[in-house]
């Protein structure tokens, strides 16, 4: 297996994580159920100068998962007082069910925990995603007010199920 480097991206790598974002969202998340108007808030202004906002003021960590290859997949993790919130999470469909996405979830993980993050949550956007977040340690807490298969799910310092 290839190693995998992770890489904290800063404002001048957005261009290239809103272009793999933009890919990832109309392949993995759009459904026939959204609206144009909500894939357009991902692609507006308002959307990305937000999401350039927190990540220079440090309320908003990107990394990129890379082989010596290629970038493998993204995250986008909110933070705050001692808590995630993982907005995004995905490796590339060429990469996925080979035991990366655990090993890049895990070295996440360990970094979240070094920055003193404490409680981490997230919603699984999909029935796959939900299994994945499951084996990774996550709890189900509830469904959301959609009834949509997304979860809320945390773990805890103590990591209880």
Known sequence: MEAIR???????????????QWEYLCRDLFSEDDTEEDRAYFASHEYRNEVKRRL???TLLLLCYQTEKNAIGFAQIALEKG????MEYWISPEHRRKGLGKICWQETETRLQRL???????EAATKDAEKFWLA???AKLKQDRYEKCIK???ITETYML
Do not use: H, Q, S, W
């Open 83 to 86: 808590c995630a919130r993982v």
């Open 116 to 122: 003193g993050v404490r409680k981490i949550t997230l």
């Open 136 to 138: 990774m340690g996550f």
């Open 56 to 58: 220079k003021n440090g």
């Open 6 to 20: 992770i890489c904290r991206l800063t404002e001048n790598d957005l261009p290239l994580y809103f272009e793999k």
């Open 152 to 154: 809320i799910a945390e």
